[in-house]
């Protein structure tokens, strides 16, 4: 199965824009890039998905480079409630499965 | 308000006592999953559903079982619970789309087998 890389820690101020990077050079032509945040005490929460083109909800954007062997989640204004660890990871085309990594946690300053 | 309910959120139980941990989504999702997380470990598939009577182990099989006999539910059973078994369980589901959607999480069960 296709593997993930992130870092462990990152830390950002209230208010900042803040870049997660995740490495993902095995990646096959047909799997989706998902992000997923997971809170303290409570389940992942869906963030953001994308195949090969720059994707933008309500909550990200996300960056995938040409080559699709990276990508980056974008949050625009970091807030105390973005504290959470995030995770890279890809949903597989054939079996629509999910691969989770060890992610990165996030802390957010005042 | 669409949403995946786990129950119960918490268990403590007795070695070799059958339990089952609920799952229902109202989302008409075909694929259905349970995952188990552990400190250190993250988050692994136990099983996962693409439809009714459809399952197939994930990761970390062993010691679990589930049955998808409608679409709306998928219950984690534990024949024989043992103390490795204690652990947060999340279960999730999404539509079938060839890794197009996004999965919804339930909010978890931690059970603690003594």
């Known amino acids: 199965d296709a593997k993930t890389t992130q870092p462990n820690s990152m830390e950002s101020n209230e208010e900042e824009p803040v870049h997660l990077p995740c490495n993902h050079s095995?990646?096959?032509?047909?799997?989706?890039i998902h992000w997923y945040r997971q809170l303290p005490s409570q389940g992942p929460e869906y963030v953001i998905h994308?195949?090969?083109s720059n994707v933008n909800n309500r909550m990200a954007s996300l960056a995938i480079a040409e080559d699709r062997k990276s990508s980056t989640l974008i949050l625009h204004r970091a807030t105390l409630r973005d504290a959470a660890v995030y995770y890279c990871?890809?949903?597989?085309?054939?079996?629509?499965?999910?691969?989770f990594g060890t992610g990165t946690r996030l802390q957010v300053f005042p | 308000e669409a949403q995946v309910t786990q129950n119960p959120r918490y268990l403590i139980t007795v070695t070799g006592k059958k339990l089952t941990v609920t799952c229902s989504q109202n989302?008409?999702?075909?694929?259905m999953s349970w995952y188990r997380q552990d400190p250190g470990l993250g988050l692994r598939q136990i099983y996962y559903?693409?439809?009714?009577?459809?399952?197939d182990k994930g990761d970390v099989p062993e010691g679990y079982k589930v049955s998808r006999k409608e679409k709306r539910n998928f219950p984690l059973i534990l024949e024989s619970p043992s103390p490795n078994q204690t652990s947060l369980y999340f279960c999730?589901?999404?539509?079938?789309?060839?890794?197009?959607?996004?999965?919804?999480f339930g909010s978890g069960t931690r059970l603690t087998v003594v």
């Open positions: 989302m008409n999702h075909e694929y």
């Open positions: 990871i890809f949903r597989s085309y054939n079996t629509d499965k999910l691969i």
């Open positions: 559903s693409m439809n009714v009577e459809v399952t």
């Open positions: 999730a589901s999404s539509l079938l789309n060839h890794g197009g959607s996004g999965y919804t």
């Open positions: 095995t990646i096959s032509g047909t799997d989706y």
């Open positions: 994308g195949l090969t």
